[in-house]
């Protein structure tokens, strides 16, 4: 919950202009989060957000260097280096990749918080991606094709 959590915030502070705690709190809150101010400071610490100057005054921003403001554009390169053939069967997607980049793609998928995914199996060159309900593993195959592709 705590990543998807965190995913929807880096959303917000990309697409939305947030200046105050407050603002970022009622934002999730409308995302569906239930969460307290104190969350949301302990969040904005661990993402190392700052507050840059705007037209009218100053918002919440992912530093440059941020993991997670990279993450997605990570998956793509990942996905598209290393990935070999993406199958499934019933409600579990199999990646299969080059020796060795299984581990590092699972950690993606698992960390992206992608709505569907209960997680991940990976062994050197072949991961397991458990989707939930069955009817979601082809929006699953699409989004993870899309990457390869894009």
Excluded: W
């Excluded at 603002?23 to 969460?35: I, N, Q, T």
């Excluded at 569907?116 to 991606?129: E, K, M």
Aim: charged share 25%; with cysteine.
């Amino acid at each position: 919950m705590k990543a998807r959590r965190t995913f929807a915030l880096v959303d917000i502070i990309t697409n939305q202009r947030i200046s105050t705690q407050e603002e970022l709190c009622e934002a999730l809150k409308r995302s569906g989060y239930d969460v307290t101010q104190a969350t949301v400071s302990r969040d904005i610490k661990e993402l190392h957000l700052i507050k840059i100057p705007d037209e009218q005054g100053y918002r919440y921003a992912l530093p440059d260097n941020s993991p997670i403001k990279n993450s997605r554009e990570r998956m793509r390169r990942l996905f598209q280096d290393s990935v070999v053939d993406i199958d499934y069967s019933e409600n579990i997607a199999v990646i299969k990749t080059l020796p060795g980049a299984a581990q590092s793609i699972a950690s993606l998928i698992d960390f992206a918080g992608l709505e569907n995914v209960l997680g991940t199996v990976a062994g050197d060159d072949t991961i397991f991606v458990v989707v939930k309900p069955k009817k979601a593993v082809s929006r699953v195959i699409s989004y993870f094709e899309a990457l390869i592709n894009s």
